[in-house]
């Protein structure tokens, strides 16, 4: 049994998958947003021109297989033209988010990913995978949904953020949420609180869903992030149940 959230990094597959974009007829801006999001990261982007192919489609490959396909408007819709502050201030509706394939594809891979100032895109990428599980959990209306917030002050001053708990709760999803406490949102939200000043409590990001058991084993999700240096993350998403369920009994038993 592993000993920390550093140690799943060790247990992920980290597949080798690449990303090609098919008969672009978007601008080159648009590729240069798809380059930003991925920048110095170990999926590879290129593109090709196929005949008798539909025009501006992204394509994830491994072993040199297609294994999912995404139109390129589906990631500009949710991902590549949104702001992250849209999802604090709640301008963007749970029922509204969601990852296209070519990204949820990429489960398992590990990122080092960047806030701003020297990323405006690629702590994005985890900010709505956060939001999809959530998302995930709310439909499902029932299980354990597992949050750190680093600061608990988090949930009351992103309203956004209050709005997507207050709705998984409500929905009958049992919340508890993890942070340094300089906040007591258990005093207005339908979430356990679990407060700390340790290593996970400060500089962990993970978002984990374990469905009921008489739910559909594809409702697990986690994501798991940690910041070891100020604002970049060492993170990964993953669907697998046993992983996922491995993940909530650690931080259930160990926080």
């Given at each position: ?93 749970l029922d509204e988010i969601a990852l296209p394939d070519v990204l949820a594809g990429l489960d398992e891979v590990p990122f080092r990913l960047r806030g701003y100032p020297h990323s405006n895109k690629e702590k994005l990428l985890l900010i709505v995978v956060s939001r999809v599980i959530e998302r995930i959990a709310a439909e499902t209306g029932g299980g354990t949904l597992r949050a750190s917030f680093q600061r608990l002050s988090r949930l009351e001053d ?98």
């Amino acid at each position: 049994m592993t000993g920390s959230l550093r140690g799943f990094f060790d247990e992920i597959d980290a597949p080798s998958r690449s990303l090609v974009v098919v008969n672009r007829t978007e601008p080159q801006p648009v590729r240069n947003l798809l380059d930003a999001l991925l920048e110095d990261q170990s999926v590879a982007i290129s593109e090709r021109d196929l005949p008798e192919t539909d025009t501006d489609v992204v394509l994830l490959i491994e072993d040199e297989e297609v294994i999912a396909r995404s139109a390129l408007d589906e990631l500009l819709e949710s991902v590549l033209l949104i702001n992250s502050d849209l999802y604090k201030t709640g301008a963007v509706d749970l029922d509204e988010i969601a990852l296209p394939d070519v990204l949820a594809g990429l489960d398992e891979v590990p990122f080092r990913l960047r806030g701003y100032p020297h990323s405006n895109k690629e702590k994005l990428l985890l900010i709505v995978v956060s939001r999809v599980i959530e998302r995930i959990a709310a439909e499902t209306g029932g299980g354990t949904l597992r949050a750190s917030f680093q600061r608990l002050s988090r949930l009351e001053d992103e309203r956004g953020t209050r709005d997507v708990y207050e709705a998984v709760g409500d929905a009958g999803v049992d919340v508890h949420v993890y942070g340094v406490g300089d906040a007591d949102p258990g005093a207005t939200l339908p979430v356990t609180v679990h407060q700390g000043r340790s290593y996970p409590y400060r500089r962990s990001w993970f978002v984990v869903f374990t469905p009921p058991p008489a739910a559909d084993a594809g409702r697990h999700a986690a994501l798991v992030a940690l910041e070891d240096e100020p604002n970049v993350w060492d993170g990964f998403w993953t669907f697998r149940p046993e992983l996922v369920a491995r993940i909530e009994r650690h931080i259930a038993t160990a926080l």
